[in-house]
C-alpha cells in the first residue's frame, strides 16, 4: 500500500500575460486511487479565476481530460477526484496580467 501524500500551495503567484498560473504542475498520482483537494484565494482580493483540474498523461506529450473546472472560490470546499490517469494538475486561469494572487491550496493523494 502507498503511503499517503500530502502538499499545501501557499503563496503569491504572479499571473503572466496569459493570465495562466500552473498551481501544482504534473503531478504523479498513478499509485493512488483518490485526489481531495481545496483551493482558495486568500485573502480575497475579487479576482475573477477559474480552477482548472486535468488528469491523464500531462508531462511531454499531453493526452488528458478536464476533470473539474469552477470558479475559485474563497470559501473552503473540498473537491474529491478518483485517479483514472498517471498524472494529475491543477492550473488556475483568467487572471489579470501581472497581477499578484494569495492562493491558499493543498492536495491530499491516497
Same mark, same amino acid.
Given at each position: 500500500?502507498t503511503?499517503p +501524500?500530502?502538499?499545501t500551495?501557499?503563496?503569491?503567484?504572479? +499571473? =503572466?500575460?496569459? $493570465?495562466?498560473?500552473?498551481l501544482?504542475?504534473a @503531478?504523479?498520482v498513478e499509485?493512488?486511487?483518490? /485526489?481531495?483537494?481545496?483551493?482558495?484565494q %486568500?485573502?480575497? /482580493?475579487? *479576482? !475573477?479565476?477559474? *480552477? @482548472?483540474?486535468i /488528469? $491523464? !498523461?500531462?508531462?511531454?506529450q499531453t493526452i488528458?481530460?478536464?476533470? +473539474?473546472?469552477? =470558479? %475559485?472560490?474563497?470559501?473552503?470546499?473540498?473537491?474529491?477526484v =478518483?485517479?483514472? $490517469? =498517471?498524472?494529475?494538475?491543477?492550473? @488556475?486561469? $483568467?487572471a489579470?496580467?501581472?497581477t499578484? *494572487?494569495?492562493?491558499?491550496?493543498? *492536495?491530499? @493523494?491516497?
Amino acid at each position: 500500500m502507498t503511503t499517503p +501524500a500530502f502538499t499545501t500551495y501557499i503563496q503569491t503567484f504572479t +499571473a =503572466p500575460n496569459n $493570465g495562466i498560473i500552473p498551481l501544482t504542475g504534473a @503531478l504523479n498520482v498513478e499509485s493512488f486511487n483518490t /485526489i481531495n483537494f481545496m483551493v482558495r484565494q %486568500l485573502p480575497n /482580493i475579487n *479576482v !475573477k479565476m477559474t *480552477v @482548472l483540474c486535468i /488528469i $491523464g !498523461k500531462i508531462s511531454g506529450q499531453t493526452i488528458a481530460q478536464t476533470v +473539474a473546472s469552477y =470558479p %475559485l472560490p474563497n470559501e473552503d470546499t473540498i473537491h474529491t477526484v =478518483p485517479v483514472t $490517469g =498517471p498524472e494529475f494538475s491543477i492550473t @488556475l486561469t $483568467g487572471a489579470p496580467p501581472n497581477t499578484a *494572487v494569495p492562493i491558499e491550496a493543498w *492536495v491530499f @493523494l491516497h
